[in-house]
């Protein structure tokens, strides 16, 4: 079912719900994904109580916008995943544009009760997306992408889905699983209070601290103080599993690996220092077309920046599961 007509700070939101499953956008802020509810326990993580994104706009930079409007759930980002950059004559900010704007949302009942459709309309690139979430049973959320180019001109981009993870889903006695073999990256450009030795390059879980001591990241500790970011830079298998032990709740995640050809994995477990100075403890692992976090300039220069052509465009997918 659909329930139109809630309000949380004065922004409207969408619930779509079949039986155990319950997902929840604010089509204003940016299309995001607010809430996954199974079971009544909330998989995502909320940093704070939205609020309309016009609040904060005024004497920003760029590069601190994100972390000012940054409440938690799931995000995506397109035309810059990442740090500010320039590129094609426009500016970006900390990734820009997508979770800043206004999109659309529709559906109907009578059609299909458990789909909805956004859509918006980039202003510095001539992008447009459509995103249709369905519940296509009471455990699985399927969405589907399309996305166009309006312009005759052959567009480079990076795209990245930023699902915050946390709420009940997250704790001491959840593990992270990955395809055995699988090879990570620490990043070595973000600035923050790292626990991990830039650069390191590995096979998952384990990899190296500054200290050189071995850290699992298969593991959500609360006793550290740390933001880490790691790269999965090709994905082997398209797939990641987070499992409470105490819940006995199980996420996975599949999507078209085709288009998200590579993975973040944003670990900022009581990061101290701005902006989150001790309060947050959450993980997002970020399906994505490019990387490292540099930007989409620099995305373009390493060759990891996806590419549409003229008056084209792509569709793809991802989905997710539930069990308990």
Do not use: C
């Not at 909805?116 to 510095?124: A, C, F, G, P």
């Amino acid at each position: 079912m659909i329930y139109d007509g809630w309000f949380v700070g004065g922004l409207r939101v969408v619930k779509v719900s079949r039986n155990e499953l319950e997902v929840s956008v604010i089509p204003e802020l940016g299309g995001l994904i607010w809430s996954i509810k199974y079971g009544g326990y909330e998989l995502l993580y909320h940093h704070r109580d939205p609020e309309p994104i016009e609040h904060f706009r005024e004497g920003l930079m760029p590069e601190d916008f994100y972390n000012v409007v940054f409440f938690g759930g799931w995000f995506e980002v397109i035309p810059n995943a990442g740090y500010a950059s320039r590129y094609a004559g426009a500016s970006f900010g900390l990734h820009d544009e997508a979770p800043y704007l206004p999109w659309r949302v529709e559906y109907d009942e009578e059609v299909d009760e458990y789909s909805i459709l956004m859509i918006v309309t980039l202003r510095k690139y001539p992008l447009k997306l459509y995103r249709r979430i369905r519940l296509i049973n009471s455990n699985e959320v399927l969405i589907r992408e399309r996305l166009i180019n309006l312009s005759n001109q052959a567009l480079k981009f990076s795209w990245l889905h930023h699902p915050n993870f946390g709420g009940d889903l997250l704790s001491e006695r959840t593990v992270l699983e990955l395809p055995e073999g699988t090879e990570v990256e620490v990043d070595k450009y973000l600035n923050s209070p790292s626990i991990l030795e830039p650069g390191y390059r590995g096979l998952f879980p384990m990899v190296k601290s500054k200290g050189g001591e071995v850290v699992d990241l298969s593991r959500f500790p609360r006793s550290i103080n740390t933001e880490d970011l790691v790269y999965v830079p090709t994905v082997k298998g398209n797939w990641f599993r987070l499992i409470n032990e105490d819940l006995g709740i199980r996420l996975e995640a599949n999507w078209d690996s085709s288009i998200f050809r590579s993975m973040w994995m944003w670990r900022p477990l009581n990061s101290p220092n701005y902006p989150w100075f001790g309060r947050i403890y959450a993980t997002a692992l970020e399906p994505t077309t490019s990387w490292p976090a540099t930007g989409l300039a620099e995305q373009v220069k390493n060759g990891t920046a996806y590419e549409i052509q003229g008056n084209g465009e792509l569709n793809t997918w991802i989905k997710i599961k539930v069990t308990s």
